[in-house]
Structure formats: C-alpha cells, structure tokens
C-alpha cells in the first residue's frame, strides 16, 4: 500500500513540475534539436525508445501488482471487506469522503429551484490542494521578485531583450560592412559618413590630390573627366586596388571596406566643386547611365507613327 501511494505521489509531482520545465525550455529546445547531427539523434532516439520500454514495463508490472491483489483479495474474505489502494487514493486526494444518500438531508440547503435541491458539500480535495499550492507559489513569486529581486521583472526582461536585439543588429550591421566591396558599394549620403571621409580624404588623399580636389601629382577629382570611371563603383575600386603604375597605391590594406565606401562617397561631393587651382581635366567626360523601366513600351508597341 505504501509503495502505491509513493508511486503515485512521485508521479503527481512530475505531472506539476512539467509546465514549469516546459516553460523554461520552450525558447532554447527547438534550436538546440537543430543543432544535433546524426550521431546524436541516433543516440537520442535510442534513449527515447530505452524510456518508453521502461515506462511500458512499468505499466504492467502496476497491472500484475493490481491483478495479484484482486486475487489476494478474492482468496481472503477479510482483506475483500477492506478498500483498495486506489479507493483510498480517490477518497484522500479525488472525491473526499461523500456523505451517503440517506445522510444527503444533514447538508441540504433550504432552498430548491423546482424541485431540484442544492447540497452544500465540501470542496474536492484535489481542488483544495490546487488553491494552497496557487498560494504557495503566489508567495514564492512574490518574494522571489518583488522582495529579494533575484528573479526579473517583465521589463527588466523586455530591456534584456531590446539590449539583446541591438547587439544583433550592431553585429549584422558590421557583418554587412566588412561585406562591401566594388560590386556592392552604394553611395552613403549621411552626414556621419561624408564627415568622415572628409576625415580620410584629408589624412591619405590630400597630398596628391589636394585638399580642395583640384588635384596635384593625382588627376583633378571636381570636374566631370574621370580617367577610370566616376561611379561609385569605379572610385571604391581606385581606391582599393589602387592604380600602381600612375603610383598610387592599394588602400584595402589600411582602411576598412567601410572607411572606403565613405571616402569615396566624399569624393563623389566635390564634384562640380571650385577648386583654387584646378588642374586640366583628365580621361573622358563620365555621364552617369540612366536605365529605362523594364516594363518601359517602345514605338511599336504605343503604335506611334514617324512624323511627316
């Protein structure tokens, strides 16, 4: 009997203590199953079939043990007159102990609906303990938070979580930084990055090209020839490969793919410029290409017709 009553008290306890579990581990399970390779699924398949056996194995031994008992029972009158452990499991922790029919008048409340009578019976048990156990944890929640402080509140979890979120973004923004290159560099108009491309302009272009763009021993950076293309494009590659026989030399080994794209964005703005000296153009007159829209209908399809 006892042994009964200790197994179903340890199975009550893991029942209670799954959602808790299940709570915890809901954010980190599904990514940590991902993780798994072959191996390990294999092993943790084997272990879940290990479990169910075991747990299967349980389960009929419960049913040879109730089975034994019934005929126990059925060989000993005495012992047969006496509840089973299970109908003292239900009466101490499920039903309660029910008052019989003829003693149904000692609890009938003085009042009835067509008839129809109202017992003031006690709560069930399992109710019971539910609402001490809701009390329990209330107090423990309680102190545990606002108390102590030892566990998070929900802002200082939603701040966690936005404090998380920013460093994500930071490092996604500095991944898609050291990612620039000639086929990907798009002109940043920000004040931040013209600011400091002027910054790097002054410190490694000035000396060949002026600080004003008008250029020196290097070609005039404000008219509108370029000797290698005036895209965005074309400067970023300038700058990174460098042009070795003209003597200037690669950048990518001292600045970042970063500090290249806003150098080159800088030098996009002194375009159109007035330098105090400039020098005499250089290379072919850059004009930028305008794409038509794909969708964009030619003359044949408006159906225009050649003037007179």
Same mark, same amino acid.
């Given at each position: 009997m006892k042994t009964f009553k200790w197994i179903g008290a340890t199975l009550t306890g893991m029942l209670l203590s799954f959602p808790g579990l299940a709570q915890e581990a809901e954010g980190s399970w599904t990514a940590q199953m991902q993780q798994l390779d072959s191996s390990q699924m294999t092993l943790l398949l084997i272990i879940g079939v290990v479990l169910l056996l075991i747990v299967i194995i349980m389960g009929v031994m419960l049913y040879l043990l109730s089975f034994l008992m019934t005929v126990i029972r059925q060989d000993n009158p005495a012992l047969a007159a006496q509840p089973s452990w299970w109908d003292n499991f239900k009466e101490k922790f499920v039903t309660g102990k029910m008052k019989p029919i003829e003693q149904e008048a000692d609890i009938q409340l003085d009042h009835s609906y067509d008839g129809i009578v109202e017992l003031d019976n006690f709560m069930p048990p399992w109710l019971a303990y539910v609402f001490y156990l809701s009390i329990g944890f209330a107090i423990i929640y309680f102190v545990n938070y606002s108390v102590l402080g030892?566990?998070?509140?929900? #802002? %200082? %979890?939603? +701040? %966690? !979580?936005?404090?998380?979120?920013? #460093? +994500? !973004? !930071?490092?996604?923004? %500095?991944? #898609?930084?050291?990612? &620039?290159? !000639?086929? $990907?560099?798009?002109?940043?108009? $920000?004040?931040?990055? &013209? +600011?400091?491309?002027a910054e790097l302009y002054a410190g490694n272009c000035s000396a060949c090209h002026a600080m004003d763009g008008g250029g020196g021993v290097g070609p005039n950076l404000t008219d509108e020839y370029w000797i290698h293309g005036g895209d965005i494009k074309d400067i970023f590659s300038v700058v990174k490969y460098g042009v070795v026989e003209k003597g200037m030399i690669p950048w990518q080994d001292q600045l970042s793919p970063e500090q290249m794209q806003q150098v080159s964005s800088y030098i996009l703005t002194l375009k159109g410029t007035t330098p105090a000296n400039p020098k005499e153009p250089q290379g072919e007159k850059y004009e930028p290409v305008i794409e038509e829209p794909l969708d964009a209908l030619g003359e044949d399809e408006l159906g225009a017709e050649p003037a007179e």
């Open positions: 030892i566990g998070k509140t929900q #802002m %200082e %979890e939603y +701040e %966690e !979580e936005l404090a998380i979120a920013a #460093m +994500e !973004e !930071e490092a996604r923004g %500095e991944s #898609m930084l050291a990612s &620039i290159d !000639e086929n $990907t560099v798009e002109f940043d108009a $920000t004040t931040s990055s &013209i +600011e400091a491309g």
